[in-house]
């Protein structure tokens, strides 16, 4: 079982900067893929970006040069830092893992934690 706690959301202006971490509690594969979603509200979930071993991650236009995820696996630590933020970016930033247990993917997601971007 995994567990995902989010945080270092909260209000910044825009042009400002977060840096959002993820706490996985369990163990975590090296294999197993990472991510952070974010959901606007009136608009579905997205994909920031995920990272596995041996894989690049790759960022929608949206983010792309802006965002950067990392990983820190002796920790079981995920982290989001977001640069140069717009109001748009403003949504819950969810954080989860996809574990491959007996074979089997299963996703796992934190309960977010809000970005607002404005002046």
């Known amino acids: 079982q995994v567990q995902l706690v989010e945080s270092g959301g909260g209000l910044v202006q825009p042009g400002g900067s977060l840096r959002l971490s993820c706490l996985a509690s369990?163990?975590?594969?090296?294999?197993?893929?990472m991510g952070w979603y974010r959901q606007a509200p009136g608009k579905q979930r997205s994909v920031i970006a995920t990272?596995?071993?041996?894989?690049?991650?790759n960022y929608p236009d949206s983010v792309k040069g802006r965002f950067t995820i990392s990983r820190d696996d002796a920790k079981n630590r995920l982290h989001l830092q977001m640069n140069n933020l717009k109001p748009e970016d403003t949504a819950v930033y969810y954080c989860?893992?996809?574990?491959?247990?007996?074979?089997?993917?299963?996703?796992?997601w934190g309960q977010g934690t809000q970005v607002t971007v404005s002046s």
């Open positions: 989860y893992v996809l574990k491959f247990e007996w074979g089997v993917p299963r996703e796992y």
């Open positions: 369990g163990n975590i594969h090296s294999r197993d893929v």
């Open positions: 990272i596995a071993e041996s894989v690049n991650p």
